[in-house]
T-cell receptor, first 115, second 113 residues
Framework: DVKVTQSSRYLVKRTGEKVFLECVQD?????MFWYRQDPGLGLRLIYF???????EKGDIPEGYSVSREKKERFSLILESASTNQTSMYLC??????????????FGPGTRLTVL | QKEVEQNSGPLSVPEGAIASLNCTYS??????FFWYRQYSGKSPELIMF????GDKEDGRFTAQLNKASQYVSLLIRDSQPSDSATYLC?????????????FGKGTRLSVIA
């Protein structure tokens, strides 16, 4: 059974703290993604990676960085958390293929609250 | 124009009726189209994908694609209260299998028993 796991379901942090969100997939997928989801704004792409040590900015990368040292793990880092980063964070992975219709699998999400 | 547009709803249908969810997209290069279902507090799960013009059926679900009109829809027949969820339309950007999916904001469906 395919699986994408995230390190925490709920997280509460203080403004200015450095926050690490971890994501692990066991499907040997090349592509991994970080989204945030907010009411009325939908799913917005923060960063993605198509290979180890490779990263690409998504639509809203400001205030975030990522790390992919191993194929199965993709970390999202908030260097200095701010209240406007309170959100649901969703990790996803997808296989690369000649076709573009490979299913994208999501992790369970991390609900981050920044106080 | 936003890349992927959906009516936010809520769309309310009685139990047993057909629910029709619509999505338009702006990138003519998009090749594949996905429908995800998201229950409240849960992550999205794939229910259908389509990449050829026409209809694709899977149980009570039918996806319809019209690339000329840049339009994709999802029909849910014999709607059940358990179908109440937010439905997200997603499309690929361009041809590569590496590019991220672009999601619409979702349509909230409520099936009334």
């Amino acid at each position: 059974d395919v699986k994408v796991t995230q390190s925490s379901r709920y997280l509460v942090k203080r403004t200015g703290e450095k926050v690490f969100l971890e994501c692990v997939q066991d499907m040997d997928h090349e592509n991994m993604f970080w989204y945030r989801q907010d009411p009325g704004l939908g799913l917005r792409l923060i960063y993605f990676s198509y290979d180890v040590k490779m990263k690409e900015k998504g639509d809203i990368p400001e205030g975030y960085s990522v790390s992919r040292e191993k194929k199965e793990r993709f970390s999202l880092i908030l260097e200095s958390a701010s209240t406007n980063q309170t959100s649901m964070y969703l990790c996803a992975s997808r296989e690369t293929g000649l076709s573009s219709y490979n299913e994208q699998f999501f992790g369970p999400g991390t609900r981050l609250t920044v106080l | 124009q936003k890349e992927v547009e959906q009516n936010s709803g809520p769309l309310s249908v009685p139990e047993g009726a057909i629910a029709s969810l619509n999505c338009t997209y702006s990138d003519r290069g998009s090749q594949s189209f996905f429908w995800y279902r998201q229950y409240s507090g849960k992550s999205p799960e794939l229910i259908m994908f389509i990449y050829s013009n026409g209809d694709k059926e899977d149980g009570r679900f039918t996806a319809q694609l019209n690339k000329a009109s840049q339009y994709v829809s999802l029909l849910i027949r014999d709607s059940q209260p358990s179908d109440s969820a937010t439905y997200l339309c997603a499309v690929t950007r361009g041809l590569s299998g590496n590019t991220p999916l672009v999601f619409g904001k979702g349509t909230r469906l409520s099936v009334i028993a």
